[in-house]
């Protein structure tokens, strides 16, 4: 334990939003999973589903916020930790701040869209209303491996 936070249960809880992650990739999505946890218990759990719903909110952590809030029956999540495969994009991250989660852990960044430090840091933006506590780089290496497997598929599959 390091510093208040178990590394061991970022380690398990991590596992479990890849779970999420290989679902999405089974389903011909962007393979991201995230999972939400409160008191050490997990209260939404979900993967993206931008294609199968035709929507482009539906990335994982939006989707396992829902979920959550609805458990807790309240919109606040203050007391609990989302656990994601990838660095949130600054749409998650701005709903993530609005619901105003007590830590993100995620798993590799990504820079081209990452709102959690590297195109921006909405999550610990001075400037709003709420800063969220943020842990990188737990089980980066699978979180990496299964995005850069899925999309090298992706090409193979469209001969590029």
């Not at 539906?58 to 809030?69: D, G, R």
């Amino acid at each position: 334990m390091e510093d208040g936070i178990d590394l061991h249960s970022d380690h398990f809880f991590m596992g479990e939003a890849l779970r999420q992650a290989r679902k999405a990739w089974e389903r011909e999505e962007v393979p991201v999973g995230a999972v939400v946890v409160n008191a050490g218990r997990i209260i939404g759990r979900a993967h993206n589903q931008v294609e199968l719903l035709k929507d482009a909110t539906a990335h994982a952590e939006m989707l396992a916020i829902t979920q959550a809030e609805s458990v807790l029956g309240d919109w606040r999540l203050n007391e609990c930790d989302l656990y994601v495969t990838k660095e949130p994009c600054a749409m998650c991250a701005g709903a993530i701040v609005h619901v105003r989660f007590r830590r993100v852990i995620f798993g590799c960044r990504s820079p081209k869209d990452g709102a959690a430090g590297s195109v921006l840091n909405l999550l610990q933006h001075p400037q709003l209303n709420h800063q969220c506590e943020l842990s990188a780089g737990v089980r980066e290496q699978e979180s990496v491996q299964m995005l850069q497997a899925f999309f090298r598929e992706r090409r193979q599959e469209s001969g590029a």
